[in-house]
Structures are given as C-alpha cells and as structure tokens.
C-alpha cells in the first residue's frame, strides 16, 4: 500500500511538471515544480544579498531622483547631451508559452475593474508597475513611472470615488523574485491625470514586548497582500501585510527582526486621502498568534486576503497564514470591524501549517453573504464555502481539490456569481491555479464548485487572479504569468490583451550581436529565451526559464551564429546549457544541450547537433542562473561556472575544468577580448580569483574587496590589465570600504585594487559594462536603474533619463551602433546612445597656402550643420607656436552629401611649414567629426536618427525648445533651440540617408 502510494505521487508530479511552463520540456521529469522555485528563489536572494534593509533601497533611491534633477538642471552633466532611454520590448513576445502560441507579458499580480464603467481596469504587475486602459484593455497606459518601486501586489479602487485608486507595492505571491514593496500609493484621479501620492508608510508608535518604546513603518520590509477601502469613506483602507521575504525560501530583511521591520497583519489606515506625512496608521489584533513584538499583543502574522461583507463593512473576513491551531492560522471574523477597537473570532482553523487563501464573496438579500475561499491546504489546494456571512464553513468541496497543484503559496485565482436561484449549490465558480490536468488554469463550475469544466486554452501558466465584470458576466479577466487576458464568453475561450504598450517582460540575461545592432537574446521569467533580429522582431525561441545568453563574436549576419543559452542547473540533477549554430535552429526544442544530466547521453538528433556530456560533473555545486562567457578565437572559447570554471575550444562539446573547485558555487567569469589567457571569476562566498598565463588553479586576488556575493567581473575590452568587480547585496554605507565597484589595474604584475564608487548608492550592482571605443566610460546596472562614469570609474551618475526604478539584470554594448542595452527584471529591454567620442584623427602634412581635405567619419551623422561653415584647428604646434587656422571654407555642402573642407593657412614668419599636424574638425555648433576612411553623410535635419526627415522630426524638436538645451536640436548652430530650427527641419522633411 505504501508503495503503490508512493508511485501515485510520483506520477501526480512528472504530470504537473510535464505542463510547468517554467521547466523546460526537455527536463520536466527531473525536477517538481516545487524545488523548481526554490532554486530560482535562491539564486535571486543571492543578487539581492538577503538579508537585507529595505530602508536602504529607499535611500538609493532618493539619491538617484536627487541626481538625477542635478543632471537635468540648466548646467548640468556640464552642458552635455543627456542620452534617453529607449524601450525595445518585447511588448509583447508573440509567440507566448500558450495553446495557440498567443502574445504574452511578464507576470501580472493585480486587477481592478470601475465599479461605474468597466471599461476603466488597472493592472498591477510583478515589477512592471500600474498600467490604466480606458477602452476595456484595447489600449494600456503605465501609471507608475515615477514611483520608487514598480513591484505590486494588490489595487483597490475606493468604491464611493472610483478616481481613487490603492496601490499595494510589494508583490505578495512568495516567488523567487517576488520583491518587496516601499508602502503604499494613493494615485488620484486615476481615469484621467493620475497623480502620485506617496509612498505611504506611516510611523507607528508602540512598545515592544521587553517594555521598550519603538518606532517603526507599518510596511517597511513588507508586501502588501490585499487592500479594502470603505464603501463610503475612502480615507478610510485596509491593508493587509504579509510576510516580507524578497523571494520565495529567502531570509527575511534585517535577518527577520522586529523592528525595523513592520509586523506582518492588519493595519487600518485613517486620513489616507490626505498627504502621505499626514496618514495615521493603527495596527489591528486579527489574531495573538506569532507574539511577543508589542504591547497589547497585535499578532504577526502573514494576512493574504479579507473580504467585506457587501452590504456592512463592519462585518469582516479575514485569513490568516499561520499553523493550524486555534487562535493561529485560518479565518477570522468581525462585526465591528470600524470600531476603534475590533474584535475578531476565528470562525475556522486551517488543517495545513502555512497556508494561504484567497477570498471570494457575494450577496443575494435579503439572505447573508455568500463566501467561497481557495486555500492550499492539501498542499495542492482545496475549496471551501461559507453560505452565512463567514460565521461557519463547509467541508472541502470536492470540485476544487488539487486545484493549484503544489504551488498555492505562488498562483491562486477565485471568483464567484450568484447561479439562477438562491441556493449555493447552482452558484457559478471560477477558479484556477497552476496548469491545466491534474491541477486548474482555469475552471469553471456551475454547480458551487461540485465539479469543474476546464476552459483555459489560449491563457499561460500560473494564475495570479481572475475577475468577473459585475456588469457584463460573461467578461472575465485572467492574470498570470504571461501577463493579461480577457473572455467576452464566460471564459469559454480567450484573448491576449498584451499589447505593444505592456512592457513587463522580466529579464535574466542579455547578449548583443557583434555587427547587427538590432540583434539581441535573453533568457526570461517563465515566458522562455527571447531573440530579437535584424529587424528588430521578437521571437520567442526555447521553452521554460531563460538565465544566461550569448553570441559568438566572430559572426557577421544573422544567419551563420552560434548561440548559447542556460537553462535551471541543479546539483546531481541538471548542469550545462543550450546551444545552436545557425538562427535557423533556434527554435524550441531544437537546442542541443551540452553539459551533464542524471541517466544515459540523449541520442537524438535535434536541428543541428545532439546532447553532448562534455566533462562537467553532475556533482558540482551550482547556481540556478549558472554564469556563462565568451573569450577570443574562432569560434569563441566557452566558459561556464559551477564548482570550478570550465572551457571549451569547440562551442561546448568539451569542457575540462581550468580553475580549482570549490563547495561554493562560481558566480561571475570575466575573459579578456585581447587574450584568452586573461581570466577573472568569482564565487558565491565573495572569493575572486585570476590569471593572466591561463594557469591552474588560478591565483587569489589580494584582500581588499569585501567578502560579499560577487554579481559581476568585467575585462576592460581594450586594456587585459585592468578588470573590474562588482558587488551584490546592500552594505549600510557608501564609504570607499563599502564600495559596490572595485578597479584593478597591473594585473600581470601586482594587482592594485581601488574602490571606485563616488556617486554611486548603497545598491546591488548585478550588471557592468566598459566602452570598448574609450575604456574610461563605464556604466553599472543596479537594482534601481543604470549608472555610468566618464572617468574611469573616478565619479558616476544616473545615466540618461526615462528609465523607470526597476532591477537591471544583464548589460551589454553594442560596438558598431554604440548602442548601450541592457535587461531589465520587468520592464523588458531598452537602449542608450553612448557617450560622443572624441575625435580620432589622422596626420596630415599642412602647407602655407590653400589646403583641401576631405571630411571622413562614419556612415551617417545627425550632427547639427551650418551647410556652408565648419572650424579646423590643430593640436600640434608649427615652430613652437601653437595655431589656430582661420579663414577656413567648405565646399559641396548642400543639405546633404559629402563635404570637402578648405583651409588656408598664413605663412609664419619664420618658415618650417612642412610640420605633420592633427587637425581637429567640428562643425560650427561645436560637435566633433572624426577623421578616418569613409565619407561622412549629412541628413540634416534627422533628429531622432532613424535615416529619414519626416513629422515626427518636426515634433520632436518642437519639444526640445521648452526642455534644456540640446546641442542636437540647434540645427543652425546658434545656441539657441527655437522656431528657426523647426522651420530648418520641416523644409528638410522628405530627405532620406543619403
């Protein structure tokens, strides 16, 4: 009996895993889905460095917007072009992890439907912020830009002044990467202006269980799980908090002690229509349970939803994740829930230690409320019901077992109708968890949830909430991890709503094509590894969990391009990568894997090669994302980290190891593009090791770098001796010892290691890029946005503007387009023009008299020209006398095309004329042009760069005349941006790259 048991669990998983849109299909007999998002869980917590304050990352924050409004001031980035951010998707992946292949988004955690006009819906997203539609999701517009967080987890409208709307931040599902929040936002006059109010965290004054008075935010370090608002009051809100571990299986911030972390439970908030310093904050006693924090007793414990009943908000429902016990985990209930002190019962004790439930509730007078509440206890989810306002509760209902399949704590979606007569048992349910089969992504019951019709074709894997539209039935909305999707017929089938204005697509990992500038691959958050072409077309091309990506370098097209990719890595399971060698076979299931998994090699023959176990041991500790890089050669040499670091000179098909091993896991690998012999890796312990001679085992770096998660190692492309380390975690400061960037320079000789992170916040930095054209610009993706540097490291700042506050994961530079592009971890891809470079010039013999010479650069400039004036002047003495040229002309400069310069210079009263000099030519609105070996082509006129003059140049600089001045929009060098330069680009419109 207990065999046979133990056989049907083991089958109920390889059938859960089988459906997982996680897990690769390849690999879904090897892992459930449960130790799955324990691994990604952990791995995430390692780049965020847990535990940590969260008060921290509010800080950095505050010092990014203070830097920022410095750079945007008149003078300010001195006088220098600010770049803007450019997001390039995907918005959406078309070709989603869905039955019928439908367009799909990151993870959506939260929805909100106008009580007076349905077709007014916000969404929340997992950290891709709020976006509104106006139209029923036709059109989608992002809310929450300037907010300090884009991480939500619950959305109220308040029902009395539907212009108000709730933002919980902080998402409450428990996953791998499921960050907290900062508080609460108020957005008011959400349909139209949408103005931000907050965050909100108000200060709560108590005394602790030893007698000692504290001060504390109610949510700091805490998700917000659920949020009522009065029905008539709405300075009046509920809010729930839950526990505020960022990622599921994490430590909790400050190691999990209260204070400075808020109590987990439920916080009323009073005055919450006024101005964030003025919201006053009460914690209500739910339940005892999790004591010893305050005094009176409130409880710790996680709230994950409550339910008003619909027609006395003083009667309320509340579950609580605690153990099952009385007076611990389960449902609570109260009927004076606005009094200044309520009381609660609890009215039932959940039978599973830890479980999470989600309510649903309706009303028929003049009978009590009708409660339904999904949970997962069970562990793979059970449903109950309440037909007497919450006061008792049945049995399980047989129809909802299983429903979530082990992954309750992650997806749980409920909602519930009134069926034809007043009796529960014809009451309409729908209700979805994890994937269709065993488990539910979407069912729907007509009989109070005696059975269910699976109906979920066309939705993605793992529900995070489903919606009826009170006014029209038959329209349900359906959140989950491929974003958002709507039925206008019950939920008998379904449309994606994910457009090309939802960008939330949450990023792992990032490689750029090494001569296409529009190429990109990155491996994402359930929605597969993404390749971007030529065109600039998304394609999904590989299932499950995208981590790491590259391109060999020596590719030259989009067709003949060997690409890599990672999958989940797990110690004595599952250790390596994907890998193709053309574009052709990129597609899913076609990926060759080379590394090392449990059993015997799979022989079959897949686009272009087969499996291959290439040396690395399947006991190797590793890391979920395993780190991955390329060297010099052709092809490219492979490295990958698990215990040790390994190499292949044949894309993969054999990896020896080329460092010592360790029980700590190889966490970043950097390789000179100069030498291959140049290596750098660190580890998840904060050890970092190098060589410059390819021996092994490699040599320790020399203490100096504190001892924390090591996020990133980079070479400087153009200099093999100097490197650079960047840091995870949050250090508490910003004191040179507590520096997020390290520089090391004289590597072959005697490393020096100096901390550079002047201007930089107290934030992890989990991607790092050099200039490969100037290797003192640098730039370091943080868990708030992108920095750079123009010195070498010596001072750094916000780089360009339009980014929202959002973790950038991978970072790369595009050469031939200077083009800097990085992942971000919900808000997709986005691009930024680099710094100009300084002129590169040639020697050129000058004689008095009449010189010409032509101007050469790059393929096409959108410098601003006067057509007929350009300056030249020399660096290089004549005689000991430093020269300037004057009378300098141009000839055949007509708008477009190329140009020749003129230059006359004087004789000199005493004679060598012959002198080599460099000569450096700008154009009159003072922008360098380079000197090299192609002709440089004018279109004047194109502002934003894209080969052509038409309307939306004209706007564009139209703009530009009330913002700072920029140096791009004087189209005839005056200093000034005015109407003439509208004028100029608008007598241009028409004109293509010549």
Request: aromatic letters at 8%; hydrophobic letters at 40%.
């Given at each position: 009996m207990k065999k046979s048991l133990a056989i049907t669990i083991v089958l109920s998983s390889f059938v859960l895993a089988q459906d997982d849109a996680d897990i690769p299909a390849k690999f879904r007999t090897r892992i459930t889905p449960e130790a799955y998002h324990q691994l990604r869980a952990n791995y995430l917590n390692l780049l965020r460095g847990l535990p940590a304050d969260p008060a921290l990352r509010n800080a950095a924050v505050r010092m990014r917007n203070q830097q920022l409004n410095a750079l945007r001031a008149p003078g300010g980035n001195a006088g220098a072009p600010i770049p803007a951010w450019t997001a390039i998707g995907p918005s959406p992946i078309p070709n989603g992890q869905v039955v019928g292949g439908l367009a799909v988004s990151g993870r959506?955690?939260?929805?909100?439907?106008?009580?007076?006009?349905?077709?007014?819906?916000?969404?929340?997203?997992?950290?891709?912020?709020?976006?509104?539609?106006?139209?029923?999701?036709?059109?989608?517009?992002?809310?929450?830009?300037?907010?300090?967080?884009?991480?939500?987890?619950?959305?109220?409208?308040?029902?009395?002044?539907?212009?108000?709307?709730?933002?919980?931040?902080?998402?409450?599902?428990?996953?791998?990467?499921?960050?907290?929040?900062?508080?609460?936002?108020?957005?008011?006059?959400?349909d139209t202006t949408a103005t931000l109010v907050g965050p909100i965290n108000p200060i709560r004054n108590y005394t602790n269980g030893g007698g000692t008075p504290v001060s504390a935010g109610v949510f700091t370090g805490r998700s917000i799980s659920s949020i009522l608002v009065h029905p008539t009051d709405p300075s009046i809100v509920l809010a729930g908090i839950a526990g505020g571990v960022i990622g599921i299986g994490g430590e909790a911030p400050f190691g999990g002690t209260i204070p400075p972390l808020g109590?987990?439970?439920?916080?009323?908030?009073?005055?919450?229509?006024?101005?964030?310093?003025?919201?006053?904050?009460?914690?209500?006693?739910?339940?005892?349970?999790?004591?010893?924090?305050?005094?009176?007793?409130?409880?710790?414990?996680?709230?994950?939803?409550?339910?008003?009943?619909?027609?006395?908000?003083?009667?309320?429902?509340?579950?609580?994740?605690?153990?099952?016990?009385?007076?611990?985990?389960g449902i609570y209930r109260s009927t004076n829930a606005q009094a200044a002190d309520p009381v609660f019962t609890q009215v039932f004790t959940t039978t599973a230690n830890g479980a999470r439930g989600e309510f649903a509730a309706y009303m028929e007078s003049p009978n009590p409320a009708v409660i339904y509440v999904a949970t997962s206890e069970g562990s793979t989810g059970r449903l109950r019901r309440s037909v007497d306002g919450g006061v008792t509760w049945s049995a399980t209902i047989a129809g909802g077992n299983g429903f979530c399949g082990g992954q309750c704590f992650y997806n749980i979606g409920l909602d519930v109708l009134p069926g034809p007569t007043t009796a529960a048992t014809d009451d309409i349910v729908v209700l979805g968890g994890?994937?269709?089969?065993?488990?539910?992504?979407?069912?729907?019951?007509?009989?109070?949830?005696?059975?269910?019709?699976?109906?979920?074709?066309?939705?993605?894997?793992?529900?995070?909430?489903?919606?009826?539209?009170?006014?029209?039935?038959?329209?349900?909305?359906?959140?989950?991890?491929?974003?958002?999707?709507?039925?206008?017929?019950?939920?008998?089938?379904?449309?994606?709503?994910?457009?090309?204005?939802?960008?939330?697509?949450?990023?792992?990992?990032?490689?750029?094509?090494?001569?296409?500038?529009?190429?990109?691959?990155g491996g994402t958050q359930d929605n597969g590894t993404n390749l971007r072409n030529a065109a600039g077309t998304w394609n999904r091309v590989d299932f499950g969990d995208g981590g790491y990506a590259l391109i060999d370098r020596n590719a030259t097209n989009g067709t003949n391009v060997t690409l890599y990719h990672t999958y989940f890595n797990q110690q004595n399971n599952l250790i390596g990568f994907g890998r193709v060698l053309s574009s052709a076979c990129a597609s899913d299931g076609q990926w060759a894997f080379k590394g090392i998994y449990g059993g015997s090699v799979d022989p079959t023959p897949y686009c272009d090669s087969s499996d291959t176990f290439n040396g690395i041991p399947l006991s190797d500790p590793v890391l979920f994302y395993a780190p991955m890089e390329v060297g010099p050669g052709n092809p490219n040499t492979v490295y990958f980290g698990a215990g040790a670091v390994y190499r292949s000179v044949d894309r993969g098909e054999n990896m020896p190891a080329v460092s010592q091993s360790s029980t700590s896991p190889v966490s970043t690998i950097a390789v000179s593009p100069q030498d291959d012999n140049y290596r750098i890796f660190g580890r998840v312990n904060g050890t970092v090791f190098y060589t410059t001679t390819g021996a092994n085992p490699m040599t320790a770096l020399p203490a100096g770098i504190p001892a924390r998660y090591i996020a990133r190692a980079k070479f400087d492309p153009s200099n093999k001796e100097t490197a650079y380390i960047a840091l995870g975690g949050y250090f508490g400061g910003?004191?040179?010892?507590?520096?997020?960037?390290?520089?090391?320079?004289?590597?072959?000789?005697?490393?020096?290691?100096?901390a550079i992170n002047t201007g930089l916040p107290d934030v992890p930095v989990n991607a790092f890029a050099v200039d490969p054209a100037n290797g003192n610009n640098l730039f370091a993706g943080t868990d708030i946005g992108v920095y750079g540097s123009t010195d070498g490291g010596a001072s750094w700042a916000p780089y360009g503007t339009g980014l929202p506050v959002v973790a950038v994961f991978g970072m790369e530079i595009q050469p031939t387009a200077r083009i800097l592009r990085i992942a971000t971890h919900g808000r997709g891809m986005w691009d930024a023009s680099l710094p100009e470079l300084p002129p590169t010039v040639s020697s050129v013999r000058v004689l008095f008299g009449t010189q010409n010479y032509l101007l050469t650069g790059s393929t096409r400039t959108r410098l601003p020209w006067r057509p007929n004036g350009l300056r030249a002047g020399f660096s290089t003495a004549v005689n000991a006398v430093q020269t300037d040229l004057t009378g300098v002309s141009t000839t055949g400069i007509s708008g477009s095309g190329?140009?020749?310069?003129?230059?006359?210079?004087?004789?000199?009263?005493?004679?060598?004329?012959?002198?080599?000099?460099?000569?450096?030519?700008?154009?009159?609105?003072?922008?360098?042009?380079?000197?090299?070996?192609?002709?440089?082509?004018?279109?004047?006129?194109?502002?934003?760069?894209?080969?052509?003059?038409?309307?939306?140049?004209?706007?564009?600089?139209?703009?530009?005349?009330?913002?700072?001045?920029?140096?791009?929009?004087?189209?005839?060098?005056?200093?000034?941006?005015?109407?003439?330069?509208?004028?100029?680009?608008?007598?241009?419109i028409g004109q293509t790259n010549p």
């Open positions: 959506v955690t939260a929805f909100a439907i106008d009580p007076g006009n349905s077709n007014k819906v916000y969404l929340g997203t997992a950290q891709g912020g709020v976006y509104r539609s106006v139209d029923g999701g036709t059109n989608w517009t992002q809310l929450f830009d300037t907010a300090s967080t884009s991480a939500i987890g619950s959305l109220a409208l308040a029902p009395s002044n539907p212009t108000i709307l709730y933002v919980g931040t902080g998402e409450a599902n428990g996953s791998a990467d499921s960050y907290a929040g900062v508080g609460m936002y108020r957005i008011d006059n959400c109590m987990r439970g439920l916080v009323r908030l009073t005055n919450a229509t006024a101005a964030a310093g003025s919201v006053v904050a009460q914690k209500l006693a739910v339940t005892t349970a999790g004591a010893g924090f305050d005094l009176p007793n409130t409880g710790n414990r996680n709230v994950n939803s409550m339910v008003f009943d619909p027609v006395d908000p003083n009667i309320l429902t509340v579950w609580i994740n605690g153990n099952a016990a009385a007076g611990d985990g994890n994937v269709p089969g065993t488990s539910k992504l979407f069912g729907r019951s007509t009989n109070g949830g005696t059975s269910f019709t699976e109906s979920s074709a066309g939705l993605h894997a793992d529900t995070h909430f489903i919606k009826i539209d009170r006014a029209n039935n038959n329209v349900i909305w359906h959140g989950n991890d491929g974003g958002v999707f709507k039925s206008i017929n019950g939920g008998t089938t379904w449309a994606s709503l994910n457009n090309g204005q939802i960008n939330t697509v949450q990023f792992s990992g990032l490689a750029v094509h090494p001569t296409l500038a529009n190429w990109a691959i910003t004191s040179a010892a507590q520096s997020h960037v390290w520089k090391i320079t004289n590597l072959s000789t005697s490393p020096v290691i100096t190329t140009a020749t310069v003129t230059w006359s210079v004087a004789p000199l009263a005493n004679g060598n004329y012959t002198a080599a000099l460099q000569p450096t030519i700008t154009s009159l609105a003072g922008m360098p042009l380079a000197l090299t070996n192609q002709a440089i082509r004018i279109l004047y006129g194109d502002y934003n760069d894209d080969g052509v003059v038409n309307s939306q140049d004209v706007v564009l600089v139209n703009q530009q005349r009330s913002l700072p001045y920029s140096i791009l929009a004087d189209m005839d060098g005056n200093g000034a941006v005015d109407i003439a330069d509208v004028n100029i680009v608008r007598s241009q």
